[in-house]
């Protein structure tokens, strides 16, 4: 008789864990994720409707911060410039980005393998970085522009007007279309294109009448993405619209800061206020067309390996279209940080070999709050990349295969701060930090600076968990619990460690967005929270070129050793 | 005795509804096969057994523990009612060994140590695991994996225990052995198990007892025997077998018995519930029960032989009546043309 037959051996089932204790860890998550998202927005909202700074006890309510920026000529030029330079960039990097799609995932285009990540080189340089690589590569006493003069006697190229910037945003945005389209092509089953190749279409019209039209819905979504994107811009026109006095709407909050001699707040928040209320319709538009492109996705047949489209003769017109391309935004802005990096000066007459010098980089060893910017660099993309994945996490955890309202307050609480450029919302945890008295002590830590990085990209790091999390199929939970596990239990012990590698692949991420990013550190910037990028803002503004171009580049170094890494462990590097 | 009670049952997704008042009990080492189409609502029965769906009306008993009753805003969640349950996709831990899938349900219940070990090493014993207990299921064939997610439900010795489809992921050939093997262990332990399958034959070969789902009723229950031989209703009649349909008219009826007439033919059948003089009926009859005749005689007919397929051990010969379609088993090849088939009174049921 079998050792386990049912009377020698009867064991009672575990007892289940008490609702309230289960759902306490749950119910802490939600309310410090409302409180993190929350507080900061609300805090801007309420200054906006103030005369005077917060803690100005001559402070009324009312619209008076409102009535000033509204009469003022340079806001109502920086609104048109922002809408100018996002426009042309999504007419710019939409068509480029759907075309380089089709090539890469279609067609026999050589060397695919290895373009791949230099085509997504530009989404994730800082921007700060990559403006100040086209200055000294192209500015007027560029790298690029001296050869120039030197070969044709003239350089027939500008940075500074709205229209360069527009192109420069509209090249550097490429990767952002390319990311989804391409992966809507991936998902579109090949056999409605063989479909119509035996139904006798030429490759091209399949292209046209069928892909096309198929990877619309994603196509538009880039499309709002990118035009969203453009009305945050804030490296790119701080450092290229500078010379020619061109503001748009977020540098102009930044020069707002000193502009009437005290803080004026109140005049920041409403420029805020303005700002979010351009970008939350963009935010809502583009989660209604994601759903728009899933209902895409889930049609596709059998995804089965496509034959490669051979390109013939057009073959050379890709190779230069995309040669070109990743030659203006990324060999050009790169080839200029690292030339600028180690040389003394740079103008006509100068030869590279005489000029070269490592005291750039003495200079940023010398300086404490450089090492010290260098070092919370890497803390906070180490450590605080692991703490943050923890946090999304946890929130991802309270949601998990939970269909109740708490679930659907935490979507839209996750979604809220995708709207709030990071500048903004750096800007308003510095008001926490000042509004809340038992804060206050963390404001001159790096806490605090993790803490807005960490708000800033929760819509995209909840997205990297949720996609883990997905994977995980439900029986697997189903069977733990039948079994006998709670739901405490079955998180920690099933579905954890089943995405340990989906969590391992976000850490590398997150490393990289908190290496790149630089406005939300920008109001930040105290002695103690010193952060490249952040920095890197400050220093430009005072001139100082050497430092910026030597920590730029330490800058582009720490972001491609955790792309490295990614490849390495063949991290998806976009979902 | 009862191990599992489920009474009126209701259960919908959103208005969608799927359990529409559904009854039915498992005895102790009893196998209960709930039987139906797709869409019948088998698995989400089992499912709400588990815990694992939340009905909206009725009542269900493990022993005689009420675990959920809505009246009485009873619901045990699934983790406290000790329940076994076999995933038709297995759904093992990936990351967890052989021998941990199987030993998390003991730790679970706070038995570790040498007795832990002891008691999955005795599981794995039982389904020929022993030397696999330090493989990942990755590293195993279907059929051992199936056999692990067995032994995972059955090491804490659950009261009943519930079978999604246990063989429809393994291929044709192991099935069949996957059956006898299943059948006897069952026996052997003297399990009480409810097994959801969509195919008849596992529901014949595996269970004591049969519970067919219509749209979220139980159509019928009974043995195999009476599902297979003596169908209440058309449905069962249909479902269960392969068979013939003929569509007619019922001219009458006496002791039992009915008339069934078409275009050129009439054939005395056994009356089943609904066949009224006068009205419209349907003919069934299995396949196995028709035979080809040399000449006319009692309830026979003529058909024109359209096509043979030879099957191996048999022939299947198709005739063309009219409109109808008529298939018969034969030993050989036909000859083209007319033949004559007799379909006996008592295995022609007329609904």
Known sequence: MATIAKPTLEVAAPRPAAAFVGSLPRALTIALTAFAVLAPLSLIVYQSLLSAPFFDAAKRVGLDAYAFIFADPDFWSAVRNSLLIAAGMTLIAVPLGAVLAFVMERTDFPGKRWIEPMLLVPSFVSPMVLSFGYIVAAGPVGFFSIWATDLFGGAPWGLYSIAAMAVIAGLTHVPNVYIYASSALKNLGSDVEEAARIAGASPFRVAVSVSLPLIMPALLFSAVLVFFLGLELFGLPLVLGDPEGHLVLSTYLYKLTNKLGTPSYHLMAAVAVCIVAMTVPLVLLQRRLLQNVRKYATIKGKAGRLRELPLGRWKWVAVVLIGAWLFVSVIVPMTGIALRAFVTNWGFGVKLAEAFTLDNFHSVFEEPTHVRAIWNTVLIGTVGGALTVACYTAIGFATHRRNDGWSRVVDYLVLVPRAVPGLLIGLAFLWVFLFFAPLAPLRQTIFSVWLAYTVVWLAYGMRLISSSLMQVSTELEEAARTVGASRGRISREITLPLIRHGLLGSWLLVFMIFEREYSTGVYLLAPGTEVIGAQLVSLWQGGAIDVVAALSLINVVLVFIGLALALRFGVKLRD | ?351
């Open chain 2, 1 to 351: 005795m009862s191990e599992l009670t489920v009474e009126n049952l209701h259960l919908a997704y959103g208005d969608n509804p799927i359990l529409k008042g559904v009854t039915m009990t498992l005895n102790r080492g009893e196998v209960v096969a709930l039987l139906g189409p797709s869409g019948s609502g088998k698995t989400t029965l089992l499912r709400a057994v588990a815990g694992l769906e939340l009905p909206h009306e009725g009542t269900i008993r493990i022993g005689d523990k009420v675990v959920f009753d809505r009246a009485r805003r009873i619901d045990v969640p699934a983790e406290a009612r000790n329940l076994g349950l076999v995933f038709q996709s297995y759904a093992l831990w990936p990351h967890k060994t052989v021998f941990d899938n199987v030993a998390y349900g003991l730790k679970l219940r706070g038995i570790g140590g040498a007795e832990g070990k002891s008691r999955v090493k005795a599981a794995l014993e039982q389904l020929s695991l022993g030397h696999l207990g330090q493989r990942f299921p990755h590293q195993l064939s279907g059929g051992q994996q199936q056999r692990v997610a067995l032994a995972r439900a059955l090491v804490y010795n659950p009261p009943v225990i519930l079978l999604d489809e246990p063989l429809s992921n393994l291929d044709a050939k192991l099935r069949e052995e996957a059956r006898a093997w299943l059948r006897e262990l069952i026996v052997r332990m003297q399990l009480s198990a409810l097994c959801v399958t969509h195919d008849q034959s596992e529901a014949l070969a595996m269970s004591d007892r049969i519970l067919l789902l219509n749209a979220g009723r139980i159509e019928q229950q009974g043995t195999p025997q009476q599902m297979y031989s003596a169908p209440e209703t058309l449905f069962t009649a249909d479902f269960m077998g392969s068979n013939n349909r003929l569509p007619g008219r019922i001219t009458e009826t006496r002791d039992g018995a009915a008339l069934l007439e078409g275009d050129g033919w009439r054939l005395w059948g056994t009356a089943k519930a609904g066949a009224t003089r006068g009205s419209e009926g349907v003919g069934m009859i299995r396949l196995e029960r028709i035979r080809v005749t040399e000449g006319p005689g009692d309830n026979r007919l003529q058909a024109e032989l359209t096509t043979s397929m030879y099957l191996g051990d048999k022939w299947e010969h198709l005739f063309a009546l009219g409109k109808e379609r008529l298939r018969a088993y034969g030993e050989g090849p036909l000859e083209s043309g007319r033949h004559w088939l007799e379909l006996p009174q008592r295995a022609l049921w007329i609904f």
